[in-house]
């Protein structure tokens, strides 16, 4: 069973500084995910990564994949606080892309 | 281009009720997903269709949970009878096509559902 672990879970950071979410799988999967989900909202996709090796950036926002670590970050880049969110990383596997989301991690950006 | 439609928008039952929700995805779109999220976790994939046949339904409570998607199109999702833990916000997506390279899921605003 594919499990997908993200830390932290919880993120508390003063605007203009810089932070990573890590997002671990447990087995080999095909497609990493990021969304957004804002309170009470629904999901927002941010990215979608393909290959090892992959970078993405939109914003103060990057995502990475390293496939041989089973590991994605997302790293956000001096920190405003409309990035203010809960964060999903997902993995997706199989030929119809089955995809499992992580447990989430709520980003509170602090003026 | 219109998203993802779903009603309604929110539920209150008893147990041991019936509830019905209902998605329409965008227009196009192969792929429909069914999502349940419990407070503060992730979305759990509750069934995956590909038009209008399933690909995965392996985490579906089938004992009590039961979705069709006729013609391809719209969605239906439905609880019977539903019990206090199926308390949830129930989130419908769809993808252009599962494979091939468009995957990107456009998400529902869901539906709410508290059991009492």
């Known amino acids: 069973e594919l499990k997908v672990e993200q830390n932290p879970l919880f993120l508390s950071m003063q605007e203009g500084k810089n932070y990573t979410i890590y997002c671990n799988y447990s087995t080999t999967s095909d497609r990493l995910y990021w969304y957004r989900q804002d309170p009470g909202k629904s999901l927002e996709s941010l990215f979608v990564?393909?290959?090892?090796?992959a970078v993405k950036q939109e914003g103060r926002l990057m995502a990475s994949l390293d496939t041989k670590a089973r590991l994605s970050t997302l790293h956000i880049t001096a920190a405003v606080h409309d990035l203010s969110a809960t964060y999903f990383c997902?993995?997706?596997?199989?030929?119809?892309?089955?995809?499992?989301f992580g447990t989430g991690t709520k980003l509170q950006v602090i003026p | 281009e219109a998203g993802v439609a779903q009603s309604p928008r929110y539920k209150i039952i008893e147990k041991r009720q019936s509830v019905a929700f209902w998605c329409n995805p965008i227009s196009g779109h192969a792929t429909l997903y069914w999502y349940q999220q419990i407070l503060g976790q992730g979305p759990k994939l509750l069934i995956q269709?590909?038009?209008?046949?399933?690909?995965?339904d392996s985490q579906l409570p089938k004992d009590r949970f039961s979705a069709e998607r006729l013609k391809g199109v719209d969605s239906t999702l439905k609880i019977q009878p539903a019990k206090l833990e199926d308390s949830a916000v129930y989130l419908c997506a769809s993808s252009l096509w599962a494979r091939q390279g468009q995957e990107t899921q456009y998400f529902g605003p869901g539906t709410r559902l508290l059991v009492l």
């Open positions: 269709f590909q038009n209008n046949g399933v690909v995965d």
């Open positions: 997902a993995s997706g596997a199989g030929g119809y892309q089955k995809v499992t």
């Open positions: 990564l393909l290959s090892n090796g």
